[in-house]
């Protein structure tokens, strides 16, 4: 039994609302599947979700390219090469403690192919982020695209964080020829931080922080948007929430999906979707 705090989202109507405190019981079993490219995601928001849903009673598969380990980025995750915005730009104790924990774990160290994910063997879907070039494989695979598509007609619970918002918008349905969040409400990595993230480090780091150079996240994302009321930014991204401090962080939910901009909202993120889980229909 895991109690949830409060928590604030924002819901399809452009309302900010606040959940009360609930309880998540009677959930072990649910299978939730994680898929990661080979290096380069981003550990706080992969970890942090791993470690709420798994504490909720959730049964998390991960996935890669060819079935090997996947490695997180090691740059978010030792602060190497980011100079004096290594405080800033790493990631958090709580974020470093916990991914090296899932890594020792079985269930990470012996992931899936993507060839060999069916969506009806889970019950939910999350989709996490990354920015170093390592990411691409995953967020161009044609096979989770298709996938993703599945889980959406299936209407199962799906949750999208950061560049992962990439990954469901590049997912077209044969049925409209239109991306799988076309007429959904959703949120991503903002340019604002894209873009401030590089400039800060662009002088040793290049473009690391360009993940797609010739476009930010957020762009490419509100491309494939029914209107341009479909995006919502939420407030200023300046600190990352916790347990404690749930306010801080922000995500969109509209129906069976759901979507946040960056590893401060991991929680609020995670919390969502476990909630959402808990009150879907079991496969």
């Known amino acids: 039994m895991l109690i949830l705090a409060d928590q604030k989202r924002h819901s399809p109507t452009g309302e900010t609302c606040n959940n009360k405190y609930y309880v998540c019981n009677g959930i072990s079993m649910k299978k939730i599947l994680i898929p990661l490219p080979s290096y380069g995601f981003d550990p706080t928001e992969v970890a942090i979700p791993w470690k709420l849903l798994t504490a909720a009673g959730f049964e998390i598969i991960f996935a890669t390219p060819t079935g090997a380990k996947a490695s997180p980025d090691r740059k978010m995750l030792t602060g190497e090469n980011l100079g004096l915005w290594k405080p ?33 063997s889970f019950d939910g879907l999350l989709l996490p982020g990354g920015h170093d070039k ?32 990439i990954l469901a918008a590049r997912s077209i349905d044969p049925a409209t020829n239109k991306s799988v969040i076309h007429e959904y409400k959703t ?50 991204p300046l600190l990352r ?15 069976n999906y759901l979507s946040a901009r960056w590893p401060g909202d991991a929680y609020n993120f995670s919390l969502e979707f476990i909630k959402m889980l808990a ?3 079991p496969i």
Not at 91 to 115: H, L, N
Not at 241 to 255: E, I, P, S
């Open 134 to 165: 390592g990411v691409k494989e995953y967020l161009e695979s044609v096979v989770l695209q298709r996938q993703i598509v599945n889980f959406f007609t299936a209407n199962k619970p799906i949750a999208a964080i950061c560049h992962g918002v």
């Open 279 to 281: 009150a879907a229909a």
């Open 88 to 120: 800033v730009l790493q990631a958090r104790k709580d974020a470093i403690t916990a991914c090296v924990d899932m890594q020792s774990r079985e269930q990470f160290s012996k992931p899936k192919k993507y060839t060999d994910i069916i969506e009806t």
């Open 241 to 255: 929430d916790d347990h404690n401090k749930l306010n801080r962080g922000f995500v969109v939910k509209d129906r």
């Open 187 to 236: 949120t991503c990595l903002l340019s604002s931080q894209e873009l401030l993230a590089y400039n800060l480090t662009r002088l040793w780091l290049n473009d690391y922080y360009l993940t797609y150079p010739e476009i930010t996240v957020e762009d490419e994302v509100k491309s494939v948007l029914s209107k341009a009321e479909n995006f919502i930014s939420g407030p200023s």
